[in-house]
């Protein structure tokens, strides 16, 4: 048989980009070789999102674009699969109906069985799964290696009413600490400096595979890998957020002093509708314990605006927390109402406009937040990590800003030689309202 090659195409969260990683190490493992070019390629396979209904579209956009170029392609076979949470949320009929072009389907948590299908081997064999023990948490990874996600657990027992996760992921199902730490040194002795935990809800980690929550004792194993600088923790419950969590980012070196918790909002009636857990009262006591225990602690949120019922007096109450308990990070989006979720019987919707309107104000008053804060920072050494190298310019990161959805700091420099995953001291010299400035320290 002669060469096989893959195209792979990662749509939605980084929990899923983790998943095509490990695709795409399966491939490989299998004698696949990765290519950029559709022409070039055997096998296409797109990793979906459809957690809302834009993310959907987006998925059978990119699909639609594969099938196409699928039929104007001349001497050559190509298969589509189609994985990841489109598959779960319309099944493989449906999908099939859509796009006549794609071959078959797999659900987030039948991944591992895409070698087999093309292999035209029974997933159930007795060689398939001495393969999958194998070599089911092989990972090809699609970037530079100094940064990567790890996923600790997958699918969610929380049920928000607004939320598709439990149905498009399944329960909690945490992976055994071993194979995590297994994964992590593996990681590391490919480059990784920085290590980012996620999954959808990163503080349950262990409640049904240990009977408690294990976050805190994988970080402390995680600290003992030498060679990982930065672990970052992502997708925090403020439900699930207890003392020996904090005291543990206080207190290990290698844990950024960064925590993302998604409230989604304050006013008590809306979180009670969200089916959240928690109350304005604790979500106070547990900003103002973090700030008390975890000293330059950055924080980061996620709220909804235009949730059912939402009232003017909701979002102004909502508005007024986020000024006076700032977080040095925060994402807003709209409610979007998604067949399947308890929010989408509700009755009181806001009209999309005002939804809007709203979204604009908590983006306006955040930007004033971030930029001074940024101002801050302002003639501070502190040290980052390189993420990219171009003459005279390196875009990196400080401990406070997580990849992909926070700033950068953009460091001048006047020689030298530097790497990706490098450590660096700089001098901040320059704020924006989330982007800094910087020159190596002594400069």
């Known amino acids: 048989m002669g060469q096989r090659n893959f195209i792979l195409v990662s749509l939605g969260c980084a929990k899923n980009l983790v998943d095509t990683e490990k695709i795409a190490g399966l491939l490989c493992h299998e004698g696949y070789v990765p290519t950029a070019e559709l022409a070039h390629a055997d096998v296409a396979i797109i990793n979906t999102c459809a957690f809302l209904q834009e993310a959907r579209q987006e998925s059978l956009q990119e699909i639609a674009r594969i099938s196409r170029k699928k039929n104007n392609l001349s001497g050559r076979s190509l298969k589509i699969i189609v994985t990841g949470c489109l598959s779960r949320y319309y099944g493989e009929q449906k999908i099939k109906n859509l796009l006549p072009e794609v071959d078959k389907t797999f659900s ?3 991944y591992d069985s895409i070698p087999a299908y093309l292999n035209g081997v029974s997933p159930q064999s007795k060689n398939y799964l001495h393969h999958q023990r194998q070599h089911g948490e092989n990972r090809l990874l699609t970037a530079s290696p100094h940064s ?3 996923k600790i657990a997958d699918g969610c027992d929380n049920r928000c009413a607004y939320c598709l996760i439990p149905f498009l992921r399944g ?18 002795e490919l480059g990784a400096r920085e290590i980012n935990l996620v999954a959808q809800d990163t503080t349950a980690y262990g409640l049904e595979l240990y009977g408690k929550k294990k976050l805190g004792k994988l970080l402390r194993q995680l600290c003992k890998i030498q060679g990982i600088d930065w672990i970052r923790i992502l997708y925090t419950h403020p439900a699930h957020i207890d003392d020996e969590l904090l005291e543990i980012v206080a207190a290990e070196g290698c844990v950024c002093k960064y925590l993302d918790i998604p409230l989604q909002h304050i006013s008590n009636p809306i979180l009670q509708r969200m089916g959240r857990r928690t109350t304005r009262e604790e979500i106070v006591s547990l900003y103002e314990k973090i700030r008390k225990t975890i000293s330059d602690v950055a ?4 709220v909804m605006v235009g949730y ?9 109450e909502l508005l007024s927390f986020l000024r006076d308990y700032p977080f040095e990070r925060l994402g807003a989006f709209v409610f979007s109402k998604e067949k399947g979720t308890a929010a ?3 009755k009181q919707h806001i009209p999309l406009e005002l939804a809007k309107e709203r979204y604009n104000l ?6 004033l937040i971030s930029r001074k804060f940024n101002r801050s920072l302002l003639g501070r050494h502190c040290e980052v990590l390189i993420d990219t190298v171009k003459p005279g310019k390196l875009t990196s990161r400080l401990p406070s800003q997580a990849p992909d959805v926070d700033g950068k700091v953009f460091v001048s420099t006047s020689g030298g030689t530097f790497a990706a995953g490098q450590l660096l001291k700089v001098r901040i010299t320059g704020t924006g309202a989330y982007n800094l400035l ?4 002594g400069n």
């Open 108 to 110: 987030p948590g039948d």
């Open 308 to 316: 059912p019922g939402e009232t003017e007096e909701d979002f102004l």
């Open 438 to 441: 910087a020159s190596e320290k």
């Open 344 to 346: 989408f019987m509700e």
């Open 171 to 188: 329960p909690l199902r945490s992976r055994k600490m071993d194979d995590i730490l297994a994964e992590a040194k593996v990681l590391q």
């Open 362 to 367: 908590v983006m306006q008053q955040q930007k």
């Open 148 to 150: 990567v996600y790890l």
């Open 299 to 302: 924080l980061r949120t996620t």
